[in-house]
């Protein structure tokens, strides 16, 4: 009997790009074996060819895709497109037409021939001229016809994972906004600073243990904005500590760029308000340059420290000792997911424009804390900005001085 095979077409630079998949002025749009790029703004198209992560990370495992956790979370997009259709603004942002493509693709590769058909027709129901669409349907129909895929079994979970915390993780990115915070109180703080006088954080405590609070209308639109505008001719790939070394990781889907303070004006203020909050000294090396990360659809950090857990890290090299805190400014708002996790604290906050959100990575007596584990959930639909400021403990010794209490 002759042995078929079926390559499921998808574009690349090494083969004539049609016409859905050119870009602005005509010009070929990257894109990786199997996934087509334009379901994310130019600056994700490198998203690997798995839809949500490939690899030794908590989505992948060994060098095979983890479709179940890709599945269900592009599900969950498809779903609240469909409820939305049309009162978008499809303009360098996902679409329904886009999430369809990607989930057809999952169910394709995960041996549902029969679903990834269902889907690729409701995908040229709204697009119907899209040609490689067109041809995955012809060749999904012969491979049923051949008796290939019709009745795939269930999707088992996959066993391997990196962290014990998975189940943790997954629970509180599922968990619907507006969930009750403990401890919950609002103010005004000056932080006995020149620069709040006239204008106080507007400051809510959202944990006691770890220390976490939010600090609401932290940045305006404009200055949002500039940064990102700064930011984005820089991005590359997010990379994170490895040993002695910094790397590529698949557990961390995004894109980050570094901003010196001498960068803009408007960076350089926002290190002054960062200082005035915390009342923590910035200047260098006490702190390090502004870190601005871009996520799109399906983009996450999984479970993770700030501070170092090894003094063979990197972040020793700047000779000021592990980051003491971290602030996070939430530069633009998420339809849904991309809320930070905090696993062993067990509880989550949702993204807030123009919010800041700042925690302690150390204890007083300079030890990490472990309660600030912490995890950026997959962004479900639309597209996340944040800028991170680490602040590292020397510089710090009279600002947070250690505690009488050595356990603290």
């Known amino acids: ?38 379901l994310l703004p130019p600056s994700l198209s490198w998203l690997p060819s798995c839809p949500l992560g490939r690899g030794s990370g908590p989505l992948g495992s060994g060098s095979t895709c983890d479709y179940y956790h890709s599945i269900a979370w592009l599900e969950e997009a498809v779903s609240l497109f469909r409820l939305s259709y049309g009162s ?32 690729s027709r409701e995908f040229l129901h709204y697009d119907p001229s899209n040609q490689r669409v067109s ?49 919950l109180s609002c103010s005004y703080e000056t932080n006995s600073s020149p620069h709040l006088l006239l204008q106080p954080a507007k400051k809510e405590m959202v944990r006691i243990q770890p220390y976490v609070a939010l600090y609401h209308d932290f940045i305006t639109d404009a200055e949002a904005e500039t940064i990102k505008g ?16 910094q790397q590529k990781a698949e557990y961390r889907i995004s894109k980050s760029a570094w901003l010196k303070d001498t960068a803009d004006p408007v960076v350089r203020a926002l290190d002054r308000r960062i200082a ?14 502004l870190q601005v990360v871009n996520y799109g659809l399906g983009g996450h950090y999984e479970p993770h420290f700030d501070h170092a857990t090894s003094t063979k890290s990197p972040l020793y090299r700047m000779k000021s000792g592990n980051r003491i805190a971290t602030i996070m400014i939430y530069l633009s708002a998420v339809e849904a997911g991309g809320s930070t996790a905090f696993i062993y604290a067990n509880f989550s906050v949702p993204v807030e424009k123009n919010a800041a ?24 639909a639309g597209d996340k900005w944040v800028a991170n400021k680490w602040i590292h403990e020397h510089g710090q010794e009279f600002r947070r001085p250690c505690s009488a209490d050595p356990r603290d």
């Not at 078929?4 to 050119?22: D, G, N, R």
């Not at 005035?276 to 340059?289: I, N, S």
């Open 88 to 119: 978008w603004n499809l303009e360098d942002r996902s679409s329904l037409e886009d999430a369809l493509d990607h989930l057809a693709f999952s169910y394709f590769m995960a041996g549902n021939i029969s679903h990834a058909l269902s889907l």
């Open 135 to 183: 041809r995955n349907v012809a060749k999904y129909k012969k491979l049923l016809e051949m008796g290939t895929g019709a009745s795939a079994s269930p999707l088992q979970r996959p066993n391997s994972t990196r962290l014990q915390s998975r189940d943790a993780y997954e629970e509180l990115c599922q968990r619907p906004r507006g969930q009750p915070l403990l401890y």
């Open 357 to 380: 959100l700042f925690w302690w990575n150390l204890r007083r007596n300079g030890n990490g804390d472990g309660d600030t584990l912490h995890a950026g959930c997959p962004v479900l």
């Open 276 to 289: 005035a909050v915390t009342g923590l000294d910035l200047r260098p090396p006490y702190a390090e340059y």
């Open 230 to 245: 700064l930011a984005g001719p820089w991005l590359q790939r997010s990379v994170v500590a490895s040993g002695e070394k």
């Open 1 to 38: 009997t002759p042995r078929f095979t079926f390559t499921i077409f998808q574009p690349s630079l090494s083969t004539p790009v049609p016409q859905e998949h050119l870009g602005r002025h005509g010009k070929p749009v990257e894109d990786s074996p199997g996934i087509p790029s334009r």
